[in-house]
Structure formats: structure tokens, C-alpha cells
């Protein structure tokens, strides 16, 4: 054997190898990423599981305002409807997700805050409960969003660097998106008193 071809054959092994390892590192960042998703939708779904509780507890406690249950009712709606599978995570798709949770998330706050004027409310153990298991949600929920976001970071990290975007490219690894913040959050609320 000439040794040209020696040369050849051992540089073929050497890219063969490292393209494995490439993709073996890209499988495992997606997987990360799906895993993480995966929490992010448990963390939502367990919110979307105590509005009905929530509801009824206010609905059997106040005459309360029908406007304000059938918002949180009809945004709790929209939010399960949408179904966002990890292979789907486009920036487009993660912000039609987004708006559909912020929705609700709006919804709950005036439905939280209308609460607030019925004392006999405010008084049942039910209610106190269920508030505080929503505080506990949501703060999982960002906790668990910033999760995804930091294996997206890595993951898209991967994809682009040199010469992983190769691979990438050749094997369908597309770039994924992050959750960001929602354009209600981008100005400060208003307080008086």
C-alpha cells in the first residue's frame, strides 16, 4: 500500500470518528432540549389542572363578576389548545405558545386581584390553598423555562459552532427558540396610592 493512501485512509477514520462524535453530542443536546421542554409543559399543564378547582371555589364563594371566570376560562382554553412538540420549537412557534400562556397568566392576575374585594373570599381555606399552589406553578414555571432556555443555549451553541454547523446541517439539526419575555413585561406596571 502506497503511503498516500495510508494517509487517506487515516484522515477518512479520523473525520469518520469525529463525525460520530458530533453527532452523538447534537442527539444528546436535543435530547436535553426535549427533556427540558417536556417540564415546561408539565409545569403548564399542572397550572391549566387547578384553574377549574380555582373557579369553582370562587364561583361557590362570591357572586362574582361572570366577566373576569369566563376570561380565565376561555384563556385556559386557548392555552391547552395549542400543542407544541419538541421538534417544533421554532422562535414563531415558542411565541404563539407564549401568547397564549400570557394570556392566561393575565387572565388569573385580575382574576386574583378581583378576589381581593370579597373578604368572604379571601377567607375560605379552599381559596387560600389554590392561590398558593398558583404562586408555587408559576414560580416553577419560570423556574423550568429557565431551564429550557439554558439547554436551548447549549444545544444552539452545538449546532452553530465549527464545524458541528456542518454535521448539523448534513443531519437536520435546526436551531431552536427561547422563550423570551412577553410585551406586557417590557413596561413597568403603575402603582398609586
Do not use: H
Not at 97 to 105: E, G, I, K, P, V
Not at 163 to 182: M, T
Amino acid at each position: 500500500m502506497s503511503k498516500s493512501l495510508i494517509v487517506v485512509i487515516v484522515i477518512a477514520l479520523i473525520l469518520g470518528m469525529y463525525g460520530c462524535s458530533s453527532y452523538n453530542g447534537l442527539v444528546q443536546n436535543d435530547t436535553n432540549v426535549q427533556e427540558k421542554w417536556a417540564q415546561v409543559q408539565t409545569q403548564y399543564q399542572r397550572r391549566s389542572d387547578l384553574i377549574p378547582n380555582l373557579v369553582r371555589t370562587v364561583q361557590g364563594a362570591a357572586n362574582f363578576e361572570k366577566s373576569t371566570l369566563t376570561a380565565v376560562i376561555q384563556a385556559r382554553a386557548n392555552a391547552t389548545s395549542i400543542k407544541l412538540e419538541a421538534d417544533q420549537l421554532t422562535p414563531e412557534n415558542i411565541q404563539k405558545f407564549q401568547a397564549a400562556q400570557d394570556q392566561l397568566s393575565g387572565s388569573l392576575s385580575r382574576l386574583l386581584a378581583v378576589a381581593e374585594s370579597y373578604p368572604q373570599l379571601k377567607a375560605t381555606q379552599n381559596f387560600s390553598e389554590l392561590q398558593a399552589q398558583l404562586e408555587g406553578t408559576e414560580n416553577r414555571i419560570s423556574v423550568a423555562r429557565n431551564d429550557f432556555n439554558g439547554a436551548v443555549r447549549v444545544y444552539n451553541q452545538s449546532v452553530r459552532s465549527f464545524p458541528n454547523n456542518i454535521f448539523a446541517g448534513i443531519f437536520g439539526f435546526p436551531v431552536k427558540g427561547f422563550f423570551e419575555a412577553s410585551q406586557a413585561a417590557q413596561s413597568a406596571p403603575t402603582v398609586q396610592f
